[in-house]
Antibody, heavy 122, light 109 residues
Framework: QVTLKESGPVLVKPTETLTLTCTVS??????????VSWIRQPPGKALEWLAH???????SYSTSLKSRLTISKDTSKSQVVLTMTNMDPVDTATYYC??????????????WGQGTLVTVSS | EIVMTQSPATLSVSPGERATLSCRAS??????LAWYQQKPGQAPRLLIY???TRATGIPARFSGSGSGTEFTLTISSLQSEDFAVYYC???????????FGQGTRLEIK
């Protein structure tokens, strides 16, 4: 059974750095056809992709947030970590991690975590 | 960055009727498009990938079509559990940035 679970602080102050962890089970982060993405959703708004990391450690970041994001993985712990610097109230959102599945030329997010709401406020 | 535009923003349809949701890309994404369903308080659920392939466990009333810049999600006979927000998402030129549309809210008429 594939599961992903996000963990991290529920409240951060402006200018602080957010660190979120996605712990996965039911698959390996070393699987050549899989990776993990982070996606966020401000309250009442649309989904916004942030970053992903693939099994070969290939990484990609949102163009608009690239300077603030770092994604990494610890395969032995089955964890993917996202850090976002200089947090602002506009970064208040539910943060999801999702599994990337590769099939031929196709890539899609087939399993999602439940999400974790992060509020940025002083 | 590829911009995904969904229309309409809100669609009101009666149960049992057909719903047609549109998604347009600012440049060609070939068939590198997925559709997701999201219900209040829940994570998104994958419906369609590769523009037209249903994900595991997705009912046959959901179908996707299109390629290039124009895509459609059709729900042939709406059930009560289908009323939700639907997002399209492109992943062209992997590992280039992924983008989502702004969503279409499907509501009961």
């Amino acid at each position: 059974q594939v599961t992903l679970k996000e963990s991290g602080p529920v409240l951060v102050k402006p200018t602080e750095t957010l660190t979120l962890t996605c712990t996965v089970s039911g698959f390996s982060l070393s699987n050549a056809r899989m990776g993990v993405s982070w996606i966020r959703q401000p309250p009442g708004k649309a989904l916004e992709w942030l970053a992903h990391i693939f099994s070969n450690d290939e990484k990609s970041y949102s163009t608009s947030l690239k300077s603030r994001l770092t994604i990494s993985k610890d395969t032995s712990k089955s964890q993917v970590v996202l850090t976002m610097t200089n947090m602002d109230p506009v970064d208040t959102a539910t943060y999801y991690c999702a599994r990337i599945r590769n099939s031929g030329d196709l890539y899609y997010f087939d399993y999602w975590g439940q999400g974790t709401l992060v509020t940025v406020s002083s | 960055e590829i911009v995904m535009t969904q229309s309409p923003a809100t669609l009101s349809v009666s149960p049992g009727e057909r719903a047609t949701l549109s998604c347009r890309a600012s440049q060609s994404v070939s068939s590198n498009l997925a559709w997701y369903q999201q219900k209040p308080g829940q994570a998104p659920r994958l419906l369609i990938y590769g523009a037209s392939t249903r994900a595991t466990g997705i009912p046959a009333r959901f179908s996707g079509s299109g390629s290039g810049t124009e895509f459609t999600l059709t729900i042939s006979s709406l059930q009560s559990e289908d009323f939700a927000v639907y997002y399209c998402q492109q992943y062209n030129n992997w590992p280039s940035p992924v983008t989502f549309g702004q969503g279409t809210r499907l509501e009961i008429k």
